[in-house]
């Protein structure tokens, strides 16, 4: 019997069975495709996610391939700035730069190659899920192993599945077991909350044939009611154009010559650019009702859905299988299994927080009044502009919410926002000595001495980053979970022990 059963092997699935890799489970990975996809999907990373690829040994590896991010101007239909949002050149509070660029397969294949590392995970490819049921002890799976029928039991199953999830209708239906043959048959919206944004879009991306640096390196975001669109800078020569599509055109003629080519010029034409994929998308938000069903959870698209206009989609489903990994090791080392409840209880705000902060930043594509009003919400007196006219731009800044309810005390101020991660005196980050373990900071005098293996303590001695840390925090130490958010922030040695008392033994 397997540990975990993976059903999807994108980014989220991958970076899961890596994850479980590390901690030496056995895991059964089942992907529907032959291969990973070989054009590009997801564009944006942050910094916390490449924290999450640190955290598996991957992050070296992936920051060659990755370019950092400029940042975003929204600008109206004629170009003029609405909004700047760009987006800082070092390296922030958490160890990386806030914003990257990827070209998705470069990222997959290091996923996938990283899973190769471990010999108890199990990859499957031409792997279809085709029913799912559990009992008391463990779930029982059938899949299409290539052409042949297989079952499999693990411990737990992590839907990573995508948007038509079979995985989340096993946890939404109320039946015991589910096939893939119940889903085409029935309607499905009750599964997610509609969060209220569905527009359809053409993506297009494009390979440049010859440098064209006038192209500029921030993301622009156009506000045009008529036709809001977007450009992106990718790695290398790869560039992204996103268009809204009207309710009138066919699918067929948006992704036709006439119609890409007319959108494209005069920015770019067929000499200066090779459109290697034209795909049309409906955009939602959406959040599913119900994320687990006992043994059984989804991660990723199957469990929320949105509008790609923050860079968040992929971003969020890494966070969600940083938050399961560490619980899932818990419960299989003999852990209580109630530390499940706190998964979808603590990412499913955390994930709306996101989808609703892009929906909103969609909406302000489709009205320029939008748009005007958030300028003059948000713009404050400037510097006199070249021109000699008074800059009116408005500045945003990126979101870090706080996860939902779950593990520790919530009258705790910064229980559930993310723990900085500084550079130690040996020239290595904090998580690269705390490892895959809960980790306690502390002021070197009052470091608890703890006789834990899942537990790390690292003192402030000879360490003024860490003395930093805890003078910026205000306290005496913190504690980190092993995903690297705060658990508890303690300003007194009384406290410190019934902090350390709380942590799931």
């Avoid at 996101?354 to 489709?366: Q, S």
Wanted: proline share 5%; with cysteine; net charge negative.
């Amino acid at each position: 019997m397997y540990d975990v059963a993976i059903v999807g092997c994108g980014p989220s699935g991958a970076s899961l069975a890596n994850f479980l890799g590390l901690y030496g489970f056995r895991v059964l990975v089942l992907e529907r495709a032959a291969s990973a996809y070989p054009l590009p999907r997801a564009v944006h990373l942050d910094d916390e996610v490449m924290r999450v690829f640190q955290a598996i040994g991957l992050a070296d590896a992936i920051n060659d391939k990755v370019r950092i991010n400029a940042g975003m101007h929204f600008v109206d239909k004629e170009q003029n700035m609405l909004v700047d949002w760009s987006r800082p050149q070092s390296i922030g509070p958490y160890g990386w730069y806030p914003s990257y660029r990827f070209h998705q397969p470069d990222i997959e294949a290091i996923l996938h190659q990283g899973m190769t590392r471990f010999s108890s995970v199990d990859m499957r490819w031409c792997a279809t899920l085709t029913s799912v049921s559990q009992t008391e002890n463990h779930a029982l799976i059938t899949f299409d192993d290539d052409g042949t029928t297989a079952q499999a039991k693990a411990r737990f199953v992590i839907g990573c599945d995508g948007a038509r999830s079979l995985v989340r209708h096993y946890i939404c239906a109320s039946k015991d077991i589910v096939s893939s043959d119940d889903i085409t048959r029935i309607n499905r919206d009750d599964e997610m909350h509609d969060l209220g944004f569905e527009e359809r879009w053409l993506v297009l991306d494009g390979l440049l044939k010859r440098p064209r640096p006038d192209l500029g390196d921030f993301t622009i975001q156009t506000c045009d009611p008529d036709r809001p669109s977007t450009y992106a800078r990718q790695p290398g020569n790869w560039r992204r154009w996103e268009v809204s599509l009207k309710d009138d055109e066919t699918d067929d003629y948006v992704r036709s010559d006439e119609f890409v080519w007319s959108f494209l010029a005069p920015r770019v034409t067929a000499d200066d650019i090779s459109i290697e994929r034209r795909a049309v998308y409906t955009f939602q938000s959406k959040l599913a009702r119900y994320w687990r069903r006992g043994r059984v959870m989804i991660a990723g698209d199957a469990a929320h859905l949105t509008p790609p206009f923050m860079g968040q989609g992929m971003c969020i489903g890494i966070r969600d299988v940083a938050n399961l990994a560490w619980k899932l090791a818990h419960i299989l080392r003999g852990g209580a299994f109630s530390i499940l409840d706190s998964y979808d209880s603590e990412r499913a705000p955390h994930a709306r927080a996101y989808i609703e902060m892009a929906t909103y930043l969609g909406n302000l594509l489709n009205s320029c009044e939008t748009a005007d009003g958030l300028r003059t919400a948000l713009s404050s007196p400037q510097p006199q502009a070249d021109d000699g006219q008074v800059a009116g731009n408005a500045k945003m800044q990126s979101i870090a919410p706080r996860l939902g309810a779950g593990i520790g005390d919530a009258t705790n101020p910064l229980r559930g926002y993310r723990a900085p991660q500084p550079l130690m005196a040996d020239g290595r980050l904090l998580d690269d000595f705390i490892g895959l373990r809960w980790g306690i900071v502390s002021r070197d005098v009052h470091a608890p001495a703890l006789l834990r293996d899942d537990i790390c303590v690292v003192s402030d001695a000879h360490e003024p980053a860490l003395s930093k840390m805890l003078d910026d925090l205000g306290a005496l130490a913190v504690i980190m979970r092993p995903d690297r958010y705060i658990h508890a922030v303690v300003e007194d040695i009384k406290s410190l022990s019934s902090a350390v008392a709380t942590i799931p033994a």
